[in-house]
């Protein structure tokens, strides 16, 4: 099976859902390739483009090698300006290039007049792949793939809006140049799309089978079943092995998948259900990184799942996790293989259960991860722990500094305990990159200046900020008693605007954040210190580099 991440997304880290995918097919005897077409892809591009005529332009050009060489060398992350000056370098060549609307960056992909929020679209670049500024290089590969490997199989796994133009352009191309060969669309978009009360599929004779939540069960059910995945089905009732319909809604039938049997007992895993990622054949070396980072998820889903807003609520998604004693295993052989220099936790909040385990067994490498502010964290001694075990950042979905809009969002943290957990990080030397939300129903300019003045009061202790402006989601509990306004046209848009009760609207909150937040002398060195377009993913090789401003 040819497993394919397309562009576009930073391309810092290896794709998380493709290596466990690929431990789970491999340990059951299955054999796969692997395909970061957004590493390749970008890496193509930036070598192949031309020059604009401007002296920046050339200049970027000629020290793309330069600059790439030196953003995989930890040396440069010891000098933030000349980190940026690569990073603005490298940024130059891709969004110099110009393809009708186009907008291209190391970060993101909007271009040529299509939405990714609009089915309709997404099948206008299934229709036209040589539109897409990537095809160049996904034709050669593709045709050298299959050369090599033919796979009787291909999987997407489409995980953010930047990707789904071009994965769908990818998609087309293969209907075209492969019509035989079986196409299956799983990841975290994919979910959120299924998830959606209202889905309807609009991609059938496209794509044959659309997987919500973990794929691995799925695709080793599928595999296992050696059942023909029908291409072109046309409706999921003419794929009934495959196919079932519950509320116009088509969806991938987990327990119908063998002939003759119909329950979960009959499947049995030659191996744990719990797959160690296998990263087997992706270019290490090659990402934009200071060396290897192992991307881990010790959990699926959030194991709090009670914030108001939160996607995993109103999606439904449930919380499973490895156990602790399998993922402190799974480091010792994943670091033992990859030898990372840095580990990112992919979880919603990494587990106090896992915090204490890694104190107890450090991992080897430095990590960092999403945490919850929780009761461990006002310890002191804990926190310090916490650094000696390789915690070099935790990210902390603060949300508001006012106590009453986070009580309204059930946030579930009590300020008090955020400002002993902030002083006891920094003491510890454990960075913090703190994610603020603006425009909640619960907000208005007096809480968000509350917030403003929470954020000065502990600004030596906040090492990095992220500022949001909140999107109701669609299916979210408290968009049934507001006034809704949607300002995504698409059929396939997971948000919507509103009528904030309030009057707090999005043009107030962008104003707010530009004249009064981000101008705060305690806070605008913050905001500098971001790095440009990799943001939270290069944040950590900065914290114990002794980086300096000027030089």
């Not at 930047?162 to 990818?170: E, P």
């Not at 495959?242 to 030659?270: A, C, Q, Y």
Request: charged share 20%.
């Amino acid at each position: 099976m040819l497993l394919i991440f397309p562009p576009l997304a930073k391309a810092c880290e290896p794709p998380a859902g493709l290596p466990l995918l690929a431990g789970a097919l491999r340990e059951n005897d299955y054999p796969c390739t692997m395909l970061d077409a957004n590493l390749e892809g970008q890496l193509h591009i930036l070598k192949n483009s031309r020059p604009d005529a401007d002296n920046w332009s050339r200049r970027a050009h000629r020290n793309l090698d330069e600059n790439l060489k030196a953003l995989r060398n930890p040396e440069l992350y010891r000098h933030a300006a000349r980190y940026r000056r690569s990073v603005h370098d490298l940024n130059r060549v891709l969004s110099g290039i110009n393809l009708g609307s186009l907008s291209l960056t190391l970060a993101n992909y909007q271009g040529n007049n299509l939405s990714p929020l609009k089915s309709s679209d997404l099948i206008q670049a299934a229709a036209c792949p040589s539109n897409n500024i990537f095809h160049d290089y996904f034709a050669v590969r593709f045709g050298d793939l299959n050369d090599e490997h033919k796979p009787p199989m291909v999987g997407f796994s489409i995980n953010y809006l930047s990707q789904v133009l071009t994965a769908f352009a990818m998609i087309g191309y293969l209907r075209e140049n492969h019509p035989a060969l079986p196409i299956i669309a799983g990841g975290g978009l994919i979910t959120s799309w299924l998830s959606n009360p209202e889905w309807r599929n609009p991609f059938n004779g496209l794509i044959d089978l659309l997987i919500a939540g973990p794929g691995e069960i799925p695709l080793l059910k599928l595999l296992s079943s050696q059942t023909t995945v029908k291409v072109n089905p046309g409706n999921p009732s003419s794929n009934p092995e495959l196919f079932s319909t519950e509320n116009g809604r088509s969806v991938f039938k987990t327990e119908g998948l063998f002939p003759g049997r119909t329950t979960e007992t009959d499947f049995t895993l030659k191996s744990s259900r719990y797959f160690c990622p296998d990263f087997k054949g992706l270019p290490l070396n090659d990402y934009i990184a200071p060396g290897p980072i192992l991307p881990y998820a010790a959990s699926s889903g959030c194991y709090w799942r009670k914030c108001s807003f939160c996607p995993e609520n109103s999606e439904d998604n449930p919380y499973s996790s490895v156990p602790t004693y399998l993922v402190l295993q799974q480091l010792e052989k994943l670091t033992a293989t990859i030898k990372p220099t840095l580990i990112h936790f992919l979880d919603n909040a990494i587990s106090p259960a896992l915090m204490r385990a890694l104190i107890d067994k450090p991992p080897g490498p430095d990590w960092y991860s999403f945490a919850r502010a929780e009761p461990d964290l006002a310890d002191p001694d804990f926190c310090k722990a916490l650094r000696l075990s390789g915690c070099v950042m935790l990210k902390l979905g603060l949300e508001s500094g006012d106590q009453g809009v986070l009580d309204a969002m059930n946030k579930g943290i009590d300020l008090a305990d955020v400002s002993k957990i902030l002083t006891n990080l920094e003491e510890a030397g454990i960075a913090t990159y703190v994610y603020l939300l603006f425009g909640t129903p619960p907000e208005s300019l007096i809480e968000a200046r509350r917030t403003l003045a929470f954020t000065v009061k502990h600004s030596s202790a906040i090492t990095f900020l992220n500022l949001a402006i909140f999107n109701m989601p669609l299916s979210g509990p408290d968009a049934a008693d507001l006034v809704k306004e949607r300002f995504y046209e698409g059929d396939l848009s997971l948000y919507t605007d509103f009528k904030h009760p309030q009057d707090w609207n999005r043009r107030k909150i962008r104003r707010f954040l530009d004249r009064e937040f981000k101008r705060h002398p305690d806070i605008a060195p913050i905001i500098r210190r971001d790095p440009p377009f990799f943001t939270s993913n290069h944040a950590p090789f900065f914290i114990h580099s002794e980086a300096r401003e000027a030089e």
